[in-house]
């Protein structure tokens, strides 16, 4: 496997894990760092960020077990999500500035990997 395609299976992996962990942790404690869980769209976009996560790792496995066809497709579609997810969450944080942070730090990181799926160098 070519570096480009470490790159993005282990970020893949690594974002996967990253939203998986960081939703399951603020649901079991009850710290949603969403402050108001009964706006329009704020639950959809929990279970959003958990498919999203889902499809992450499913992509960074399947990349490590097979170079099917499929396995492109599906990592373009799992980083799409990624990237829409990341354009789309800052407003749901407008007074907590690390996690805008976060989110504009994985956007830098995410940015590459979505284009090497794209342009299919990776």
């Not at 939203?19 to 649901?27: G, N, S, V």
């Not at 639950?43 to 499913?58: C, K, Q, S, W, Y």
């Amino acid at each position: 496997m070519s570096i480009e395609a470490w790159y993005v299976t282990l970020f893949a992996l690594g974002s996967g894990i990253a939203i998986q962990a960081y939703w399951l942790t603020a649901l079991v404690f009850g710290a949603l760092p969403i402050p108001r869980m009964d706006l329009p769209g704020a639950r959809a976009h929990v279970v959003a960020e958990m498919i999203t996560g889902d499809a992450l790792i499913a992509a960074g496995l399947a990349r490590l077990a097979t170079d099917a066809d499929w396995v492109l497709p599906l990592t373009g579609i799992a980083l799409g999500a990624l990237v829409y997810a990341l354009i789309q969450s800052p407003g749901f944080y407008p007074h907590q500035r690390p996690i805008r942070a976060a989110l504009y730090g994985a956007r830098l990181a995410a940015a590459p990997a979505l284009v090497l799926v794209l342009t299919q160098q990776a």
